[in-house]
């Protein structure tokens, strides 16, 4: 694929760092001498707007320019409207979940904390563990796209700009922690929501369709596929979404429910539209000749190809989009594991100074495997298989009439849910090896079979059918226990809580409060 000339891409990719840098390390100073808890999370400090904003910049990044353009090439306009509704409506359980775990977790800021006081600390590190290994993937992901971007769009060497971007958000990160980078998502979410608009009128405005090419690209009609990823996408989008802690830091932040809930509402309808368009680019290339082009390209690369045609100065606005989408994203993601770690791993007791140090350190593992890592889709659907097991039974706990379950029953459930995919995958090839390379997703997501959707069907039904086994194990050997020691059967007793009274916003309201480890087994 030939590259896009415009000279100037590197002066503005350097600039719209520098001006990052100046922003956020002139915040990020002023902020130098907060306490640790301020540096860790902001609970109960923002409205509405300024979260709407943020969710907008945690949930993009520069990925979005292969995958939705590529899906779009594949399953058509079906593909574009269900990948874009089943990214953006998962914002909503925020909403919906976030009021409930803040009540019942008042002093907690990530969703291991609430783990650790109703299940236990066994089942809190086993969700901590999967939350740690998702946000460095993530991170991971980001600067490999971020790398291919660059290259794709301008060809100059993709490594220095990714050290620059590691560099800056760890400079500023380190020193002003999670506010600073809610602060900076502010700017850089406007700046995404402004830049996507000139863009989409370039695009609309420049490009000429053909419209003999629309019949036969057949991306009108409905596929196999296309139905498959409307149960597939929002199962692994919703449940991966519960193991990143840039959103449960931003749930906690918000001064009331209504401004979580208007936070999240208006994010969700702008990630909807951005998501929606950048799919379309897909489309419109394909209709516009510029895919699959001679020789032919693979369809992630749809967006780059249309980009082609366009003026050379629309690279200049993609490239500052770019930027500000991988800079927002990277240090969302950066903040959220250092909270996330010295909560969990550490119990909020490590002085500020080791904390700003785990953030320089965490980023150079995600620079050597970003850049060795050829191809990010499959190990994020590893990920996805393994949320889809995980968060439906965790997530049983959040019901008051479900008392009497324990993080037993999560980790077995959840390590029971991946089992059950290794036995769909053996069942369904009738063979056992390629049973465990569907536990590693080796045909991807669009394969030309069912056994994708198996996987996502079997994640998170064997993970209840399991837990609900474990229950029953579990209160059998607590039963023979007590029958054999002569003591009273207590395993379903409903546990004695301390209740307090909410804070003033909620003054009618009652809430759980206690900083004591829930039951395991």
Known sequence: MGQPSFPASNAIIYVTYGAFL???TGIAWTMRNQSKQDFLSSNGTQSAFPLALNFIASALGAGILFSYPELATITGVQGVIIYALASALPMLIFGALGPIIRRKCPEGFVLTEWTRQRYGTVAMLYLSFMTLVTLFLYMVAELSALGQV???LTGIDSLPVIIVECVITTIYTSLGGFKISFLTDVVQGGMVVGLIIIATITVGAKTEI?????????LLEPSLLGWQLLYILPVAVLTNDFFLSNFWLRTFSSKSDKDLWVGVSVAMVVIL???TLVGCSGLIAAWSGAWPGEPEQEGSLAFFLLLQQLPSWVVGIILVMVVSLS?????SLQSAMVSSAS???FRNRLNIWYIRGMVVLIIIPVVVVALRASSILQIYL???LLSAATIPVLCLGLSDRLYWWRGFEVVVGGLGGILTVFIFGAIYYKDAEQGAQLLLVQNGLYANDWSAFGAFVAAPVGGIVWGFGALALRLSFQYIKARLRRERFDALDRPLMTRTVSDSEMPDEVVI????????F
Not at 327 to 331: N, P, R, S
Not at 513 to 520: L, V
């Open 22 to 24: 100046v922003l956020g």
């Open 327 to 331: 800079t927002a994203a990277f240090d």
């Open 273 to 275: 539209c951005i998501l």
């Open 343 to 345: 909560n969990d791993l």
């Open 382 to 384: 590893i990920s996805d």
């Open 150 to 152: 660059v290259s794709t």
């Open 210 to 218: 053909k419209r003999e090419l629309i019949d036969s690209s057949h």
């Open 513 to 520: 409060a206690s900083s004591k480890a829930g039951k395991f």
